[in-house]
């Protein structure tokens, strides 16, 4: 099946600095790309929707000042957290759409990453 | 309004028994996506099954099934004859077919599933 890489797989950092999460398809073209976050023992909430060459669609409630994303192109995204804080420490967990017929789990099948664990001291 | 649910927050069962976990969900669209992953502690999304709305033929695949029945809005997932491998978090999730968002996935809490041995 296809897959999808994100990097770093665990970061720490301190209050104050940025941190840069990226999401790359493998295999395939992704033209949008999701970014959930995921709360311990929680479901995951999506933040944005990031589509190639065109800006990233936020979720009510989302600053899209502080997580910035860009999709630079069909198969990298990057979700940059600015001034992070300690309760902006969460799962981040991407997922790239692939709308290719045939792939194992159907047509326009979601791939989701591994997941970046964010800690902010 | 996009809804999952499942209520069941944790299950716990021993070894070799069978298993079902609920899901029902909410949704205007005639058209939509059905999903089950399932969460390991390491925390990557396993993809298990994807079933559209005009499809309801359950599905088998080894000791997973899935019954869905749109009369009920239900999507549930049994496990035969557990196995320690199979504890983790399993979500439900809808995609409709049309909406402001294409393509996004509408999850469930989860349920916890436990296996001892």
């Known amino acids: 099946g296809a897959v999808v890489s994100q990097h770093p797989s665990r970061v720490i950092c301190k209050s104050g600095t940025s941190v840069k999460i990226e999401c790359r398809s493998l295999?395939?073209?992704?033209?949008?790309m999701f970014w959930y976050r995921q709360f311990p023992k929680q479901s995951l909430m999506l933040m944005a929707t990031?589509?190639?060459?065109?800006?990233?669609?936020?979720e009510q409630g989302v600053e899209k000042d502080k997580f910035l994303i860009n999709h630079a192109s069909l198969t990298l995204s990057t979700l940059t957290v600015t001034s992070a804080h300690p309760e902006d420490s969460s799962f981040y967990i991407c997922?790239?759409?692939?709308?290719?017929?045939?792939?194992?789990?159907?047509?326009?099948?979601?791939?989701f990453g591994p997941g970046t664990r964010l800690t902010v001291l | 309004a996009q809804k999952v649910t499942q209520a069941q927050t944790e299950i716990s069962v021993v070894e070799k028994e069978d298993v079902t976990l609920d899901c029902v969900y909410e949704?205007?669209?005639?058209?939509?996506?059905l999903f089950w992953y399932k969460q390991p502690p390491s925390g990557e999304l396993v993809f298990l099954i994807r079933?559209?709305?005009?499809?309801?033929q359950n599905e088998i695949s080894g000791r997973y099934s899935w019954n869905f029945q749109k009369s009920t809005s239900s999507f549930n997932f049994t496990i035969t004859a557990s196995q320690v491998v199979d504890s983790a978090v399993y979500f439900c999730a809808l995609r409709p077919h049309r909406g402001s968002t294409l393509g996004r996935l509408y999850f469930g809490r989860g349920t916890q599933l436990t296996v001892w041995p």
């Open positions: 079933r559209n709305s005009f499809d309801e």
């Open positions: 949704t205007r669209d005639t058209t939509y996506y």
């Open positions: 997922s790239a759409r692939s709308p290719t017929s045939g792939r194992a789990g159907g047509t326009d099948t979601q791939y």
């Open positions: 295999d395939f073209q992704a033209t949008t």
């Open positions: 990031s589509n190639e060459g065109s800006k990233a669609t936020y």
